[in-house]
C-alpha cells in the first residue's frame, strides 16, 4: 500500500494532526540522522534527539511562527509529537526499539521558550 494513503488513512482516523505533522515528522527524522555526530548512520534515533530535530527543523524553517505552525497542525506539546510518531509505529511505517515509549516525549521542550524567547518587536515609527 502506498505510504500516502495510509497517511491519509491515520489522519482521518485520527483527525487531531494534521498530514503536514505526519510529514515534518519524517523530515525531522531525516534532519536528526543527517545531524547526528557519527561517522556511520545511526540506526536509531531516540525520542529526545528527534524532538531537538523537531525543534531546530522548525525554527530553520518557520522561525519565530514555529509555535503557531504547530498549532495549526493540532500539535502543542511535545508529548503530541510523540503521539504522531506512535502512530506512525502502529502502522509500520516507523520503527522503534524495545525501550521506546510515549512518555521519552513527554516534556521535551517547551513551545513558547523555543520560539519566542528572544522574540522582540519593535512598533517605533522609523
Given amino acids: 500500500m502506498d505510504p500516502n494513503d495510509v497517511l491519509r488513512r491515520i489522519v482521518r482516523e485520527d483527525p487531531r494532526y ?12 531525516s534532519f536528526a540522522a543527517n545531524s547526528l555526530e557519527t561517522s556511520d548512520p545511526p540506526t536509531h534515533v531516540t525520542g529526545q534527539e528527534l524532538l531537538g530535530a523537531i525543534r531546530d527543523l522548525a525554527l530553520r524553517e ?12 493540532g500539535v502543542h506539546s511535545t508529548l503530541d509529537w ?3 510518531v506512535f502512530n506512525l509505529v502502529d502502522r509500520e511505517l516507523m520503527g522503534t ?7 521519552d516525549f513527554d516534556g521535551g521542550f517547551d ?3 523555543a520560539f519566542e524567547r528572544d522574540l522582540r518587536i519593535d512598533i517605533r515609527p522609523r
Avoid: C, H, M, P
Wanted: glycine share 10%.
Fill in 18 to 29: 494534521s498530514l503536514e505533522a505526519y510529514f515534518f515528522v519524517f523530515r525531522a527524522l
Fill in 62 to 73: 518557520f522561525g519565530y511562527l514555529g509555535k503557531l505552525v504547530f498549532n495549526a497542525w
Fill in 82 to 84: 510523540g503521539r504522531i
Fill in 97 to 103: 526499539t524495545e525501550g521506546d515509549k510515549l512518555e
Fill in 111 to 113: 513551545f513558547r521558550e
